[in-house]
């Protein structure tokens, strides 16, 4: 199958699609992915396709649209040379889909490329063609991807021909086109083995890129003394930089990422890096993790999805949540931070689980299972009713680190279970492997007793017994001192010049028992305008005299008022400190 990839129509944020192949049935089907791996919603990829039509008997043709995401080809016979065209529109700044401007040209190919059923393991020749208009305005735009490419140049574009791969696994090799800032390093394995890494970026910046370059190559060294050898070849990261933006997403041999330019490093960056540099440090060492633990070693349903229809599983907490561990441990282990700023992001990730007021209403387990509908479409009262998978795992993952610690006597940690998952990925033909709970146990009561592990599972991972966080860190020399901080009527807000706009209510607050609404604009508190000094001022004064306070405020374009009662809501903000040597720090 032949696939070109044209941008001749960059300004208007279209990409036009042909594919030709050789038909080996009667009317052949085509299909689109309504989901990327690695991202957990119906995307609905199709939506941006417009009119696929083929060539018959020098005509073109309309396909006939047999569901949302397939297009079947009446008229073609089997034998048949078929040539397909359409266009897709491209203007999502995500790392999901596909991105086209007179900037730059970022694409997935799960959102580009229409597969033809039955020929998915069938090998995919891919061109991309740059009109040299884009070049233009861009004379220093190169390409960034995970595949392997060669270049050709005339005098209308620049033909960039992908080295060919099995059709489907295309879809897991992202591109971008765009000035870039780039440089290069290498990591070794534990035979010696070089590994090339390249490093992109996209986007206004100042980033020092010197320092950027030593630290995420130290990072990436890490993973290979800690892993031994690694999946791929070789790996290229991919960021595109924006005022505040932030996400990523893993593939076989790169990651995909957008960050605020605020999260690179400065020219004056400190020893220890900064809050914004570490989350974009962590953000690399978290997508990089993932090529080992979601590519390799990867959820049972997920070994044979086609990404046409949703792909369910309770195990997101052990891919996600173990690798949300992971990644600010590898800060740590690799020397980019020290045990303070380790320890201060830990303290951050548990504040946010104990400022979850739906921590005790759903299992991680359940989380897990529920992403599709809950964790990617989260609204207002999510945090209400339930809990997130990546911190709640991380939490657990922690504490199956110190679980796994105490009763080995220091011998096993959780990397030796993430080894030996990876160790069995290694010895399949197709190098992947499957994870169940159930073979999750079997090999983690290879490292502890049997009833530990299965008191740890029902408890905390399809359980919602509160985590023993306080307790399992006191145990090892880490002091845990906590604050009690006042949530004015259980309700957050966001300040603007017309007053407060409700965000979030915890569900039995003062605010939500007096019937306000997220949504609610509130312009007055006690007959003052609103803002948040107001509400504060007015929280304090209540505290002391114990009386209602009157609450003015709009739903829609209707005023209303509000008696809000006397409310005490508060939640404990904990720090955390080492007191003594432990081997969980190193």
């Known amino acids: 199958m032949n696939y070109l990839v044209n941008f001749r129509r960059f300004y208007a944020h279209l990409v036009d699609v042909s594919l030709s192949f050789v038909a080996g049935e009667d009317a052949p089907i085509l299909w689109l992915p309504t989901w990327i791996a690695g991202s957990y919603m119906i995307r609905e990829f199709s939506k941006n396709i417009t009119l696929v039509q083929y060539e018959h008997n020098g005509k073109l043709c309309d396909s006939l649209k047999l569901s949302k995401n397939s297009y079947q080809l009446s008229h073609i016979k089997a034998g048949d040379e078929v040539k397909v065209h359409y266009e897709v529109y491209c203007h999502d700044l995500s790392v999901r889909a596909a991105f086209v401007d007179n900037t730059r040209l970022f694409g997935n190919f799960s959102s580009l490329l229409l597969m033809v059923q039955g020929r998915e393991n069938n090998l995919a020749n891919i061109t991309l063609q740059v009109p040299n208009a884009f070049y233009a305005k861009n004379p220093n735009a190169t390409l960034a991807c995970g595949l392997g490419h060669t270049k050709h140049s005339d005098d209308d574009l620049v033909s960039y021909q992908l080295s060919p791969i099995t059709a489907f696994e295309c879809y897991d090799y992202p591109f971008e ?136 599983t309770p195990l997101l907490w052990v891919f996600e949540g173990f690798t949300s561990y992971i990644d600010d441990l590898m800060l740590l282990r690799s020397g980019v931070i020290d045990k303070v700023s380790y320890l201060n992001r830990l303290t951050a990730a548990i504040n946010r689980y104990y400022q979850t007021e739906g921590r005790d209403l759903q299992s991680v387990a359940e989380s897990s299972f529920d992403a599709w509908i809950k964790l990617y479409r989260a609204d207002e009262n999510y945090t209400n009713q339930g809990v997130s998978y990546y911190n709640k795992g991380a939490l657990i993952a922690l504490l199956l680190d110190l679980t796994l610690i105490k009763h080995s006597n220091g011998k096993y940690r959780l990397f030796d279970v993430i080894k030996a998952f990876y160790q069995k990925a290694l010895a399949q033909d197709n190098k992947r492997f499957g994870m169940t709970h159930e073979n999750l146990g079997e090999v983690i009561t290879g490292f502890i007793p049997y009833a530990v592990w299965q008191s740890f599972f029902d408890d905390y991972v399809v359980g919602r017994v509160a985590l023993p966080i306080e307790e399992m860190l006191s145990d090892i020399g880490i002091t845990i001192q906590a604050q009690t901080t006042q949530k004015p009527w259980g309700m957050t807000c966001d300040e603007s010049g017309v007053g407060l706009t409700v965000k979030h209510l915890v569900r039995h607050g003062a605010a939500s028992l007096a019937g306000i ?70």
């Not at 100042?206 to 690694?230: F, H, M, P, S, W």
């Not at 791929?232 to 041999?253: K, Q």
């Not at 209540?542 to 209602?548: A, E, L």
């Not at 720090?575 to 040597?581: A, C, V």
């Open 177 to 312: 086109i765009a000035s870039q800032d780039e440089f290069d390093f290498v990591v070794h394995d534990e035979h010696g083995t070089a590994l090339p890494h390249r490093f992109f970026i996209a986007g206004k910046h100042r980033g020092n890129l010197e320092r950027l370059k030593t630290d995420v190559a130290k990072i990436c060294q890490t993973y290979l003394d800690e892993l031994g050898t690694a999946p791929f070849n070789d790996y290229t990261f991919m960021t595109m930089i924006t005022g505040s933006d932030y996400g990523g997403l893993e593939h076989i041999n790169s990651t995909a990422l957008v960050s605020p330019r605020t999260d690179l490093p400065t020219a004056f960056e400190p020893a220890i890096p900064s809050d914004d540099y570490q989350r974009y440090l962590g953000l690399c060492s978290h997508e990089y993790f993932h090529a080992w633990w979601v590519k390799t070693v990867r959820p049972d349903v997920m070994m044979t999805t086609t990404l046409q229809t949703e792909a369910p």
């Open 517 to 586: 609404s997220t949504g609610d604009v509130i312009i007055a508190i006690d007959g003052i305008k609103a803002n948040q000094k107001q509400l504060q001022t007015a929280s304090k004064h209540q505290s002391c005299h114990h009386q209602s306070v009157s609450i003015h405020a709009f739903r829609r374009d209707e005023l209303m008022i509000f008696e809000v009662g006397f409310d005490t809501y508060e939640y404990r903000q904990f720090t955390l400190q080492e007191n003594r040597p432990n081997q969980w720090l190193g």
